[in-house]
């Protein structure tokens, strides 16, 4: 997988939206950007990914720059619920099996 | 649908010992992938299973192994237990084999003493 860079941590207000940035500047063609989140002890849930085109599902949006050397998750409504560490990660569909985590960011959701 | 489902949730063992692990992936999905999280190390792959066929590990010794079943659920068998084995046992599951889209269960929290 790529390198990526992503802030320590960051806060985020209840009900507001939580803006998490990605940096993968060095980001092969074929290789997608993937979000994942990991709530305390629990196994990684996955998020939303994309190639190019920003995306939008239930949980999240991805907006990939045009450069695609970075991208943000939005979440549009963040809840308590949402308080996890927040992986981005890229990988190519042709044969990256192997999922690795960074650090991640650390995402605080306070009421 | 329901998503990759662990058993058992916690477990604990003493050194020496022998534990076996159990994932069944979501319906449909043919791979099943195990990787362990200790504290401080991040998610290291184990183990992935494709069409009842081990496809590729890890950096890890042989007392780590698993299988694939016809139903396309898997084991992960862990031999003479150490007390760095402590650590989440994940295990995702994918629809086609190799780099889709992986989903994660809840884990197998495993101490070792």
């Known amino acids: 997988d790529a390198k990526t860079t992503q802030p320590t941590s960051m806060d985020c207000a209840e009900g507001r939206a939580a803006n998490l940035p990605c940096n993968h500047s060095?980001?092969?063609?074929?290789?997608?950007v993937y979000w994942y989140r990991q709530i305390h002890s629990q196994g990684p849930q996955y998020i939303i990914h994309?190639?190019?085109n920003n995306e939008t599902n239930e949980m999240a949006s991805l907006i990939i720059t045009e450069d695609r050397k970075s991208s943000t998750l939005i979440l549009p409504h963040a809840t308590l619920r949402d308080t996890a560490v927040y992986y981005c990660?890229?990988?190519?569909?042709?044969?990256?099996?192997?999922?690795?985590f960074g650090a991640g960011t650390t995402v605080t959701v306070r009421a | 649908e329901a998503g990759v489902t662990q058993s058992p949730t916690h477990l604990i063992k003493t050194r020496g010992q022998q534990v076996t692990l159990r994932c069944s992936p979501i319906?449909?999905?043919?791979?099943v992938y195990w990787y362990q999280q200790a504290l401080g190390l991040g998610l290291q792959f184990l183990l992935w299973?494709?069409?009842?066929?081990?496809?590729n590990r890890g950096n890890f010794p042989p007392r780590f192994s698993g299988r694939q079943f016809p139903n396309y659920s898997s084991e992960l068998n862990v031999n003479a237990l150490e007390l760095e084995d402590s650590a989440l046992y994940l295990c995702?599951?994918?629809?086609?084999?190799?780099?889709?889209?992986?989903?994660f269960g809840p884990g197998t929290r495993l101490t070792v003493l």
């Open positions: 995702a599951s994918s629809l086609r084999a190799g780099a889709d889209t992986q989903y």
């Open positions: 060095t980001i092969s063609g074929n290789e997608y």
């Open positions: 994309g190639l190019k």
């Open positions: 990660i890229v990988r190519a569909f042709s044969n990256d099996y192997k999922l690795s």
């Open positions: 319906s449909g999905h043919t791979s």
């Open positions: 299973y494709d069409e009842g066929e081990e496809r």
